[in-house]
Structure formats: structure tokens, C-alpha cells
């Protein structure tokens, strides 16, 4: 797998890559701006981009605006964002476009190795992967919305879903069966109004609307 690494801080920069290099994954570019992503995107052509929300010269959101273009630039380019702090909005914006191969991490997670290199392998296979932290303060807001017609056992699951996880990977965190994970899905689907379509692209909205109403 080939890798470029958006992001300002020398020090968190250089630990990704060693951490992507433990792995056999290769850093083909590591820069400090949105400018240097898409430079490094149009140049290598990478597996996966993780990228810092906020980077120079404003340190707001110039790295989500760069990932975005690259993925206009190279369509279907996975891509991992970190930030310091939860802002769903972010994760919203980067999961509109409806495709999957997007994730969003707090910083935080990768001093957890194992976590971090999971949602990299997760999000550069096609799949999507939201923040827990991010999950759990849109579960408590509680306000009327779509998500309210779904059953508590069905939220859980679509909160899992948001993680990234794999319908044998919830069955397996709820202790229940593919079969009820399936038919829990499919439910979620029905009362969300998403329509027939392919089951990744299916997922990917429904975790939108999560993250849009929750």
C-alpha cells in the first residue's frame, strides 16, 4: 500500500510514517499543507491520503478542503482524516459525496496502533470509518429526527455501521447472528428510504444520515 501523509506537525508526521512503516506500508510523500497533498495525490497516485483538518495558513479546515480536491483530482481516492477535536461537520462534509473510502479519526486514536492501522486498512479497502467518539456525542443529543423511527437495537447497529464495521464484525460486538445483524440492516435501510442499490453505497448513506440528523 502507498501513502501520503498531509500534515503539520513534524513530530506526528514523522511518527505516522514509522508506524505505517512497522507495517510494510509505504509513505511515498509526507507534507505540511493542502497545497503539497494534491501536488503528492497528482504525482503518485496513492491507496490511501491521511490528512490533518486543520493545516496552514489558517489552521481551520484547509486540510478537509484539500482532501475533498484531491478526491475530485483522483476520483475514488481513499481518504483518512485526523483532527484534534470532534467536529461531526467534517465528518459529514467528507462523507456527502456519497462513495465510500472515507474515514475520520480524533488524533488521539493513533497512540492505539492496532486501531489506527485498522481504520487505514478499512478506509483504503473502500470502506468507511467514523470516529466512536464522534458516534457517541451524536447518539446523545436526542433530538426528533429520521433516526428516531429506528428501534434502539437498530441504532446500535447503525452506529456500528458508522465505525466501519463489517456485518460479521457487529453480529460478533453484539453477540447475535449474521442472520439478525442482516435483517437489522435491511430494516434500517427500509425506514431511512434508501432504496435499492449497491450494499456499499447503501451503508455509506445511511451512516450520512446518521451523521446528518443525529
Known sequence: MHVVIAEDSVLLRAGIQRLLADEKIETVAAVEDGEGLLVAVSEHRPDLAIVDVRMPPTFTDEGLRAALRAREQLPGLPVLVLSQYVEERYAVELLSGGAGGVGYLLKERVADVAEFVDAVHRVAGGGTCIDQEVI???????????????????????????????????????????????????????KLGLEPSSEEH?????????????
Do not use: C, Y
Open 136 to 190: 457517541a456525542q451524536l447518539m446523545a443529543r436526542g433530538r426528533r429526527n429520521p433516526i428516531d423511527v429506528l428501534t434502539p437495537r437498530e441504532r446500535e447497529v447503525l452506529g456500528l455501521m458508522a465505525q466501519g464495521l463489517t456485518n460479521v464484525a457487529i453480529a460478533k460486538s453484539l453477540t447475535v447472528s449474521d442472520g439478525a445483524v442482516e435483517k437489522h440492516v435491511g430494516n434500517i435501510f427500509s
Open 202 to 214: 447503501r451503508r455509506v448513506r445511511a451512516v450520512l444520515t446518521f451523521l446528518e440528523r443525529a
